[in-house]
């Protein structure tokens, strides 16, 4: 069987790669025989990284040659179809889609957050061709709302989870190595926290920055950056420890996703821009608080029943640190594990749709 994988890959985002390793990883278990490309910003990078064949994200005719030879087209996991933080690349995706549309192959997205898509134009077209392909599932019920308000309703359309949940917790031991490589004793409470740079920037970071401080002299614990886009957060995290009257660590390399997960399972508590280091959290049953900047992150908070601490340009320092006090105040491990278990197997059920419309006659 043969995969083509589009999607924001190869930009060294632990977010989008740990999507494309959960998506991988599942679609294994289910075929002995799976071949897949992926479409990738930085092909030898991915071909590394996830042991696939990869084809350059600007070349369409290696793109079209792979399309043409495939029995599927995978669009997703991520955002991809939404013109906020990029209108281009919406266009982008949406060509892929129209040219395995073009050749007769099967189209599926997989796990999307779908919009917000703005713009008469980008309405229409995202409805003349979305209509068009085989089977949609998204991953929150918000944009199960955007395909409605788009009206895209004549594929099968299912609302699953993010390819990230079905990812199995992975042991401690790999996180604390790299704790101690970097002399961070594993005593106290470790608070981790996981930015990125956005509008609103300068507010936020000097409230984090306030709230941060607080929470070292109250509780002495270790500040942990954790940086899910290399290099680009390691850079947002090091402004805003410049801010802190205390000390904070941040980790200046690039992780793999196993790497991420099991440093995500050694913090206490997890302060979130990051959607994937929040769902990191989630896997590792890590108390959570989520700082919005995008749709997708209140969209993943209320599946799990949580609410952002506000958006970037609203938080509080005093909200960060009253909120994080709460988390840490609370057993750890005390959660409705069934939840969980639900969304993992609604994420693996994404895996099983593909297969099974590969598989139709």
């Not at 005719?61 to 179809?81: E, F, V």
């Not at 936020?204 to 306030?210: D, N, Q, S, V, W």
């Not at 500040?223 to 941040?250: N, Y």
């Not at 959660?335 to 099974?356: E, F, P, Q, V």
Request: positive net charge.
């Amino acid at each position: 069987m043969k995969i083509v994988i589009s999607g924001y890959y190869g930009s060294k985002n632990g977010g989008d790669e740990a999507m494309l390793a959960a998506m991988l990883e599942v679609l294994r278990e289910e075929v002995e025989d799976l071949s897949v490309t992926v479409i990738s910003i930085d092909p030898e990078y991915t071909k590394r990284r996830h042991n696939v064949d990869a084809v350059p994200k600007p070349d369409i005719r290696k793109i079209i040659q792979a399309i043409r030879s495939a029995d599927l087209l995978i669009s997703g996991g991520g955002s991809l179809l939404q013109n906020v933080t990029s209108g281009r690349s919406l266009y982008y995706y949406l060509a892929i889609i129209f040219f395995a549309l073009i050749f007769g192959r099967k189209v599926m997205l997989y796990a999307q957050g779908i919009g917000p898509i703005r713009g008469m134009f980008a309405h229409k077209l995202m409805n003349l061709i979305v209509n068009r392909v085989d089977l949609i599932t998204v991953r929150d019920r918000g944009s199960l709302e955007e395909l409605a308000r788009l009206e895209i309703t004549k594929p099968k359309i299912y609302c699953t989870a993010d390819p990230v949940l079905a990812i199995k917790p992975v042991p401690l031991d790999i996180g604390e190595k790299i704790l101690a490589r970097c002399s961070i004793k594993r005593e106290g409470k470790f608070i981790g926290v996981a930015i990125r740079h956005w509008m609103h920037w300068d507010y936020f970071r000097k409230e984090l920055a306030t709230a941060l401080d607080l929470l070292v002299e109250k509780t002495s614990a270790k500040i942990i950056f954790l940086p899910m886009k290399f290099p680009e957060d390691i850079r947002a995290a090091q402004s805003t420890a410049k801010l802190m009257k205390t000390s904070a660590h941040v980790l200046d390399e690039e992780f793999n996703t196993k790497e991420f997960l099991s440093l995500v399972g050694c913090m206490d508590v997890l302060i979130g821009v990051r959607l994937h280091a929040l769902i990191f959290a989630g896997v590792m049953n890590i108390p959570m608080l989520g700082i919005s900047y995008d749709p997708k992150i209140e969209r993943f908070l209320d599946s799990v029943g949580e609410k952002p601490l506000g958006d970037l340009n609203s938080v509080t320092a005093d909200k960060i640190f009253d909120e994080t006090m709460k988390k840490l105040s609370e057993p750890k491990h005390l959660r409705d594990d069934s939840l969980w278990r639900k969304l993992s197997d609604l994420a693996g059920m994404n895996a099983k749709l593909a297969i099974s419309l590969v598989n139709e006659k």
